[in-house]
């Protein structure tokens, strides 16, 4: 937005001077936008845990989740979002502090655990295809590979994303857009470590210990 400060003939010259309210605006409808990208993916999810909620004793003479689920190895899928989410809070922290290169390192630790655990459902999947329990054997199964699938497919996104931005902070650094970025993809990282807590919880430990 331009001023001007209009003067009698003789006086000094107009001043001009520029208000920049551009960043704020995309900052903010930036972030509204991202927090109602959120909460649609909350109502996704809350669907697909209702309807594991309702098929998920539906085994179809097939096995359950005692047969097939092995919580040890959960538990270690489970660390591996843990600590990423941990360590995605560390890569903030050097942001906080314009720290390019701590921010870069702390995102790479983020995306080698993030990688691990996407491998480590992929194994689990195929495990049980081999066990014969694929999503076409009973609307328990379906159900399953639906909800954690479906989980699988976000990780696998974000893995995508921050490796984007890792390029470019690389590239133009911790300007004000990367460090928006960054934020968004904090805030979505942090919502799959929730939701993966509860399907920890509902899918395997509740499936395993009935």
């Known amino acids: 937005m331009m001023h001007t400060d209009t003067a009698p003939p003789g006086t000094a010259a107009p001043v ?4 920049d309210e551009e960043g704020h605006h995309s900052e903010g409808s930036t972030m509204l936008g ?37 919580l040890s190895g959960i538990a270690v899928n489970t660390a591996m979002l843990l600590f990423s989410s941990i360590t995605y809070g560390f890569a903030m922290l050097e942001m906080d502090k314009d720290n390019r290169r701590g921010t870069q390192m702390w995102l790479a630790i983020t995306g080698l655990f993030g990688i691990a655990f996407v491998a480590l459902e992929i194994r689990e999947f195929v495990h049980l295809f081999h066990e014969g329990a694929p999503p076409w054997r009973s609307a328990f199964l379906s159900s399953f590979y639906t909800l954690v699938g479906t ?39 942090h919502f799959l470590d929730l939701v993966w807590i509860g399907v920890f919880t509902v899918v395997y430990l509740i499936g395993v210990l009935e």
Do not use: E
């Open 151 to 189: 989980h699988g497919l976000h990780v696998s996104f974000g893995i995508l994303w921050l490796g984007t931005l890792m390029v470019q902070v690389r590239q133009h650094g911790l300007i004000a857009a990367n460090r928006r970025r960054l934020m968004c993809l904090s805030m979505f990282w």
């Open 34 to 70: 991202f927090w109602l990208y959120l909460m649609s993916d909350c109502l996704i999810f809350a669907t697909l845990f209702a309807t594991y909620g309702v098929l998920g004793r539906n085994y179809a003479a097939g096995p359950s989740q005692k047969d097939l689920f092995d």
């Open 16 to 19: 001009y001077f520029v208000t």
